[in-house]
């Protein structure tokens, strides 16, 4: 920590709310379209035509407020934000100036110096603008092309407050922000399709001075660790210039990935002048209470709220119901195989081990996957049947993940059931028994380890389908009769 | 009062590019417009909220409901140049910059 110097950082985040036609036009927001195939009059800004406002937007919005903790506006309204560039058709943009539909929440998140409180400063409802793609770099193309399918759709603009102390501040906060809006279902947060996107304003303040320093705002920045690795080399540029009794430019600077360094973006230096005024085309929203009633109570469980419950009710682990809760569905999938088989701590083990593994081995998502918390259960009970081993529980799980199928199906088809047959075993232990007389000396001798290594055997022969604990037993059994 | 330097720097961020005789003239119109509006200022409107809107409407919403979008060609008709389906328009970063 810097003894001398504090720093301040604010984030601005954008985020893509989840509905399925833009905001103020019936066009589908689906990502990945050809171009300009998802527009129309309005979302192209042709002369002559309306604006509608769409109402899923603004309950998403409200939505987030709330779980944000901010007060809902009952009365707001949209402005136009003018400025010229050509991933904006009509040459303003529609958004919320001096009445933002929510307004100073907070959110506490959980650092190495305890809890640290974050304040929101607003949030605003405004449309998203199109895409552009540089014929080679930004400053030497000839020219650009234009896509306006992500033209109009909805956003949500979250601005905190000052009181972000450390890079890693900035990353717990960003973390937060989005368990909530997935956990609220209104945005997928899904950096690589653009659905967050993040700027931040940095700056560094002597201990105990309340005015700040000069800020410097960063943008380009496309994940939480490149956020957190270049506030960080932020935070030490800006150290040295003042070590050094140079002076810090307020300016915009990017990230660059590959140089892991920031940049100055020279150019876009000049202060804007966005002339913004209110929108003549849309009216005015005002949000009773009646409205805000019904959003607050379909509002879902939140994070941290389920994880003390988990603990709570389930009697699991702080650290099992930290990971469970990490997102809806993970937790949902818990939930529901709870209500399967009732043995929470194993279905925690289950769920954090195996299932989780897999996700990250093939890089999914978790609700892409085919598992539900009924399969689960399911095939936790045939293994307390002894229908299947551990050991090839794994496998059925697998296929389950992969496939969704009944492990009963799997387990049928693939020939798994376990041998708890005593007739059946009893050859295959004799035969191992002959085949290794020094273990079976040794375990005479007192060296119990040596059965895992017989019970191995019996397993390696029988592809993981015998019983362990019966041909444990008969080792011990037949050994001690020799 | 819109001195001609107000007028320049309206002109810039409006991307209009004007003549000088231009400029004086709008500078003079502009500040015979303002001046006439400011008469309202003889009003006294301390408590009275910023008016927006002047019609008693609000909360005029659509269901998030999805319809055809238009045909890529007529979306591509105004293009004044296009490739692969997209706008393409002229460099946007001066060289200086």
């Known amino acids: ?482 | 009062m819109i001195n001609e330097e107000e007028v320049k720097k309206i002109a810039d961020l409006a991307s209009l590019k004007l003549s000088e005789e231009e400029t004086k003239t709008f500078a003079k119109q502009l500040s015979d417009i303002v001046d006439y509006v400011e008469k309202l200022d003889e009003l006294d409107t301390d408590d009275i909220v910023p008016t927006a809107y002047t019609i008693p409407v609000k909360n005029v919403l659509r269901k998030d409901e999805v319809e055809e979008s238009l045909d890529i060609e007529k979306v591509l008709k105004n293009a004044p140049e296009e490739l692969d389906n997209q706008f393409r328009v002229p460099k946007i970063m001066d060289e200086d910059n």
């Open chain 1, 1 to 482: 920590m810097d003894n001398k110097f504090e720093t301040v950082i604010g984030l601005e985040v954008h985020v893509q709310l989840d509905t399925d036609s833009k905001i103020f036009c019936s066009c589908s927001t689906e990502f990945g379209k050809e171009p300009n195939t998802n527009t129309c009059p309005v979302c192209l800004g042709l002369p002559g035509t309306l604006p509608v406002l769409n109402k899923k937007a603004v309950d998403y919005l409200v939505m987030t407020g709330l779980a944000l903790n901010c007060d809902i506006a009952s009365y707001s309204k949209f402005d136009r934000k003018n400025y010229f560039y050509p991933d904006l058709p009509k040459a303003y943009q529609i958004s919320q100036y001096d009445l933002p539909l929510a307004k100073d929440g907070y959110i506490e998140v959980e650092t190495e110096e305890g809890t640290h409180k974050i304040g929101i400063t607003r949030i605003h409802l405004e449309e998203d603008a199109g895409k552009l793609i540089h014929e080679g770099s930004i400053d030497k193309s000839s020219g650009s092309l234009v896509d306006y399918n992500r033209t109009g759709v909805p956003l949500a603009e979250i601005v905190s407050e000052p009181d972000i102390r450390t890079p890693a501040q900035a990353r717990e906060y960003l973390n937060y922000l989005k368990k909530t809006l997935e956990y609220l279902g209104v945005s997928d947060c899904n950096m690589e399709e653009g659905s967050l996107r993040c700027d931040a304003n940095i700056s560094l303040r002597p201990r105990g001075q309340e005015q700040f320093g000069t800020k410097v705002e960063l943008k380009n920045m496309n994940s939480f660790k490149a956020i957190e690795k270049a506030l960080a080399y932020e935070q030490k540029r800006q150290r040295k210039l003042i070590d050094n009794t140079d002076e810090i430019i307020q300016e915009t600077r990017t990230w660059d990935e590959d140089k892991n360094k920031t940049i100055s973006m020279r150019g876009k230096e000049e202060a804007n002048d966005y002339r913004y005024f209110p929108e003549p085309d849309l009216v005015p929203l005002e949000i009773n209470e009646n409205w805000a009633e019904e959003i607050r109570e379909r509002l879902p469980e939140m994070p941290s709220v389920r994880k003390n419950r988990f603990i709570k009710e389930y009697e699991i682990p702080e650290y099992d119901a930290d990971v469970l809760t990490d997102s809806r569905e993970l937790a949902d999938l818990f939930e529901e195989c709870v209500t399967e088989y009732n043995d929470p701590k194993e279905v925690s083990n289950w769920i954090m081990g195996e299932f989780l593994r897999l996700v990250n081995e093939e890089k999914m998502e978790v609700g892409d996957t085919k598992i539900t918390g009924q399969l689960l259960g399911k095939m936790l009970k045939m293994m307390d049947e002894d229908v299947i081993s551990s050991k090839i529980a794994k496998t059925v799980f697998e296929e389950m993940f992969h496939t969704g199928k009944d492990p009963e199906k799997i387990v049928e088809e693939k020939g798994l059931k376990q041998i708890s047959d005593e007739d059946k075993l009893e050859t295959i232990v004799e035969n191992i028994i002959e085949e290794n007389p020094d273990a079976v000396e040794d375990i005479k001798n007192g060296k119990d380890k040596a059965i895992g290594y017989l019970v191995g055997q019996v397993m390696k022969e029988t592809k993981g389908k015998a019983n362990p604990q019966m041909v444990n037993q008969m080792f011990r059994d037949k050994i001690s009769e020799l």
